[in-house]
């Protein structure tokens, strides 16, 4: 993002975007999103996310087509950093919670904690949402692992192919 998209996106988010902490079943995302009725204006942040937008269904035909978009994750956490400094308080304070939310441990994870998913899933130790939450990951970093879709990336740690 360049510096102008950087300032133009603060703006935005500043008048009509939520900075939220990940929902009880996925602490480790928090999310920046954003909707609007001028499709054109999303279409814009969404190529800053680097994501694409939808359209929410109407709930009733007079009102005007509503578009979503949103990034969540480590990514809206560095976007979140970037801007932060931009904001008014009351958006910083938003931003503060959705990051304190946020669990770095989710992208990495040692040799040894990645043998102990991949044993817990395999033998059916425990659910695959209860081994997420041991562990302080998403289901589906769970469901990589017993399908053995991480590689090494250095001795030490591991990550999602």
């Not at 059916?124 to 692992?145: H, P, Y």
Request: hydrophobic fraction near 35%; aromatic fraction near 8%.
């Amino acid at each position: 993002m360049n510096e102008n998209e950087k300032h133009w996106l603060a703006g935005y988010l500043e008048g009509e975007g939520s900075f939220l902490p990940g929902p009880p079943s996925s602490p480790n995302l928090p999310i920046i999103s954003v909707c609007s009725t001028d499709e054109d204006v999303i279409a814009r942040v969404a190529a800053i996310f680097g994501v694409t937008y939808h359209r929410e269904r109407r709930r009733n035909k007079k009102h005007k087509p509503v578009w979503r978009v949103k990034k969540t994750g480590y990514v809206a956490v560095q976007m979140m950093r970037q801007i932060e400094a931009m904001m008014s308080e009351r958006r910083k304070k938003q931003i503060e919670k959705a990051i304190v939310s946020y669990a770095a441990k989710s992208h990495r994870l040692s040799w040894d904690e990645v043998l102990l998913i991949k044993k817990f899933a395999d033998e059916k130790i425990l659910t695959q949402s209860q081994i997420a939450d041991k562990f302080g990951v998403r289901r589906e970093w769970v469901n990589k692992i017993k399908n053995g879709k991480y590689h090494i990336v250095r001795t030490e740690t591991c990550r999602s192919v």
